[in-house]
């Protein structure tokens, strides 16, 4: 990836290449959140896309609902969301990750929720953890139901790592 000064040129490098506009967008509401804590932005990969494709393509087609086995994804994280086709935009689906945030508190993976359960902050960390430098997401629907898997590279929601 080539370095440039600015966040705004680097946000414009590291938008999908072919993106539909739901891409452009979930990128940017990471990176938002991202930049809230000073954390880089991550860029677009289309090998995590891809990954993510797989995964949603699969539940939609088994309308089956859960992570993909750790073997389909060494070495990443991911973030799942599931709703009633056409009641969600891609933004609202993003911001219920992000959304998280009211119960995060910065500190040791995974003792870093105001509630004391890591879940409820589980999808939030995997956005802002800084040492995750990568994203590719995919949306497929089937009856009555949207899937949305984002892929992260490297996995963010690692035990004894600082988060953000």
């Known amino acids: 990836m080539r370095t440039m000064p600015g966040f705004a040129l680097l946000f414009l490098l590291s938008a999908p290449a072919s993106a539909q506009s739901w891409e452009a967008d979930a990128l940017a509401l990471h990176n938002r959140e991202r930049a809230a804590w000073n954390v880089a932005p991550l860029a677009w990969d289309l090998g995590l896309a891809a990954a993510a494709d797989r995964w949603a393509t699969e539940m939609a087609r088994t309308g089956s609902w859960g992570h993909s086995p750790k073997s389909w994804r060494a070495g990443q ?11 969600y935009s891609p933004r609202a689906m993003v911001e219920t990750w992000t959304g998280e945030r009211r119960w995060f508190r910065p500190g040791i993976f995974p003792a870093v929720s105001r509630t004391g359960r890591g879940g409820d ?37 690692v035990d004894r790592l600082p988060i953000p």
């Open 77 to 87: 994280g991911e973030n799942l969301w599931m709703g009633t086709t056409g009641a």
């Open 121 to 157: 902050v589980g999808h939030y960390t995997q956005v802002i953890a800084r040492r995750t430098t990568r994203i590719g997401c995919a949306m497929r629907s089937a009856r009555g139901w949207t899937y949305l898997v984002c892929r992260y590279s490297p996995a963010g929601n």
